[in-house]
């Protein structure tokens, strides 16, 4: 009775020492995945950049040439606000589109990844839940849209502003995240060269939506439109 007792004791012990290693060890597994994910894909980002950057002048285009002043003399409240949200996801689904593939592509590698802290894990699934969101999303009719609560005496949005914006608005991230560093506690060399490689690329994106806001007022200015 005492062996046995022995026995599982250092059995026990062995365990405990042999976990912390395993679970470091699948760390940096998940961790190098990811980061290969998301170099592919911010490189497919950064490379569409000025095409990503076209989109919202598009839009701009259509709304003055089809809807200009649409929604002129409508009140500044929760409805405008709504549909400001809707302006937003209209650029953001219209830049996205070629990019589609690159972001299902990362969505199914990254997924299903795991790491030891609970936190970490559930913050990369619901990062690419959010994309997975995205990808499902059409371009609203913007036009349209504004053009139904205008008839409403702006009174009532759309059924279709309202639908887009509640999935869009939760869904809305940026493409590049690598969750304030916190992937780098399991880094490898060779995932230290790969978070380095995409950090600037992330820095190009991030630059261009930062650009986005002007293109973001003039279609609201052409639809006389206050959030």
């Known amino acids: ?6 026995i599982s004791v250092a059995a026990a012990a ?26 592919k894909l911010v490189r497919t980002a950064a490379a569409g950049v000025a095409a990503a950057e076209r989109a919202p002048l598009l839009l701009l285009a259509k709304v003055q040439r089809e809807c200009p002043a649409a929604a002129a003399h409508s ?14 996801g209209a650029m953001v689904t219209a830049a996205y589109r070629p990019k589609l593939p690159a972001i299902r592509s990362f969505v199914r590698s990254v997924s299903g990844l795991r790491w030891s802290s609970g936190a970490l894990t559930r913050e990369v699934r619901e ?12 371009e609203p009719a913007l036009c ?10 702006f009174n009532a949005l759309s059924a ?12 809305w991230v940026g493409i590049g ?7 780098t506690r399991s880094e490898t ?6 978070a380095a490689r995409a950090a600037p690329l992330e820095e190009r994106i991030t630059q261009a939506e930062l650009n986005a806001v002007e293109s973001w007022g003039k279609i609201m200015n052409a639809l006389e439109l206050w959030p």
């Not at 060399?189 to 790969?194: D, G, K, T, Y």
């Open 127 to 138: 990062y690419a839940k959010a994309l997975r969101t995205l990808t499902g999303l059409a």
């Open 177 to 183: 995240d690598v969750f304030g560093g916190r992937l």
């Open 1 to 6: 009775m005492r062996v046995r007792s022995g």
């Open 75 to 88: 009140p500044q409240d929760q409805q405008s606000t709504q549909m400001s949200d809707e302006v937003i």
């Open 14 to 39: 062995a365990v405990l020492a042999v976990v912390p290693s395993s679970a470091l060890a699948s760390d940096a597994s998940s961790t190098q995945t990811y980061l290969q994910a998301d170099y």
């Open 189 to 194: 060399s060779q995932s230290r060269s790969l």
């Open 160 to 171: 279709a502003t309202v639908s887009f914006d509640a999935r869009f608005m939760p869904a």
């Open 144 to 153: 349209a849209d504004v053009g139904s609560w205008a008839a409403s005496s």
